[in-house]
């Protein structure tokens, strides 16, 4: 998905005249423009590799612009060597030298994102077992004020924790978790979103939970709602924003120096009951299903263990990060082999 295309996208999400917003059909939802840019501009893994390192080189000048040296040659280690784990066809892990931990390296934030996957979906389908609750990924927009990214943020943040106060909310939500996007229009005006997977308990009237948004916000009634279907994707939509929060290509210094400004800012929550139950969970027999997946996903596979993909052996393949792309592109070139056929 080209991250020009979905904040190009996401910009015009509150200034659709009202007549298109206020009763969207199933159909408009599902059309809705966050999937449609992600669905029209499939890219491959060799294609994003080769963007990670371009918004890489473009922060790492926009840093050397401010004379942040240190954060610098920070983002230029980070990933630069890397112990690749592969069969020759497949790559079943990454392992770099080094992470830089920093909030818009794209290498970092993919990580970071995989790592709240693997936390949260064997906590979310835990929680839907000990519930009756279906999940639904809700995106809460705001309208758009001369203000700071932080104000933006702080804005929307609020009246989020509002809604959740409200009875509406606490009669048809039994929690979730929340992430963060925030993107720029040519006008300079912040937009900010927040994606939501929130466990619904039952159906209500969406007209209802505009209202209820307008309540909290004054302004601002444009949301999108729609069930998940699939967990493991419903949640992937929502974390992604965790490692792509905004379009960095677009970045100027004066962007970096004002996300500089904006250290602790979090990205990615949970409130509600799905917040007590993260922190007070325990698994027990029923929950071993859910349990078993978190430990399939958190595996770590070494060298000589079978590739997940096609059971040959994995090897450690060294190589620079500016390397990667084109090794991506040798692994999409070489045709699939099904799982289990070499050892028989
Ligand atoms: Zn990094
Ligand atoms: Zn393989």
Not at 83 to 89: A, D, I, Q
Not at 116 to 134: E, G, I, S
Not at 284 to 298: I, P, T
Request: charged fraction near 30%.
């Amino acid at each position: 998905m080209s991250q020009l295309a979905l904040s190009t996208d996401l910009i015009n999400f509150d200034t659709l005249p009202a007549a298109s917003q206020s009763k969207p059909s199933k159909l408009a939802y599902l059309d809705n423009r966050v999937t449609k840019s992600q669905r029209g501009t499939k890219r491959t893994r060799s294609q994003r590799a080769r963007e990670r390192l371009q918004t890489k080189e473009h922060l790492i000048g926009l840093a050397r612009e401010l004379h942040e040296g240190e954060l610098a040659d920070k983002l230029d280690r980070c990933h630069s060597r890397l112990s690749v784990l592969t069969c020759g066809r497949h790559i079943a892990r990454i392992i770099p030298n080094f992470t830089c931990e920093f909030r818009l390296c794209p290498d970092c934030g993919r990580r970071r994102s995989r790592k709240l996957q693997t936390k949260y979906l064997p906590l979310m389908k835990a929680f839907m077992l000990h519930n009756k609750v279906t999940p639904v990924h809700l995106v809460l927009t705001q309208t758009h004020r001369k203000e700071s990214r932080k104000e933006s943020v702080a804005r929307i943040r609020n009246s989020f924790t509002k809604l959740t106060r409200r009875s509406f909310w606490k009669q048809y939500f039994k929690g979730g978790t929340w992430s963060l996007e925030f993107t720029k229009d040519k006008n300079g005006l912040h937009h900010t979103h927040l994606h939501i997977v929130g466990f619904r308990r039952k159906f209500f009237d969406i007209e209802l939970l505009r209202d209820e948004w307008l309540a909290v916000t004054g302004d601002s009634h444009v949301l999108h709602l729609k069930p998940i279907l699939d967990l493991a994707a419903g949640l992937q939509e929502v974390v992604k924003y965790v490692s792509k929060p905004l379009d960095i290509r677009r970045f100027g210094a004066a962007d970096l120096k004002e996300f500089l400004g904006l250290k602790n800012m979090r990205m990615f929550g949970t409130f509600g009951e799905f917040r007590d139950f993260c922190k007070d969970f325990e698994p027990s027999d029923n929950d071993a299903a859910a349990v078993g997946e978190l430990e399939s996903l958190a595996r770590d596979l070494v060298e000589g263990c079978a590739c997940p993909q096609c059971n040959e052996p994995l090897f450690d393949l060294r190589m620079s990060g500016k390397e990667l792309p084109q090794f991506y592109e040798q692994t999409e070139s070489s045709p699939p082999r099904k799982v289990g056929t070499s050892w028989n």
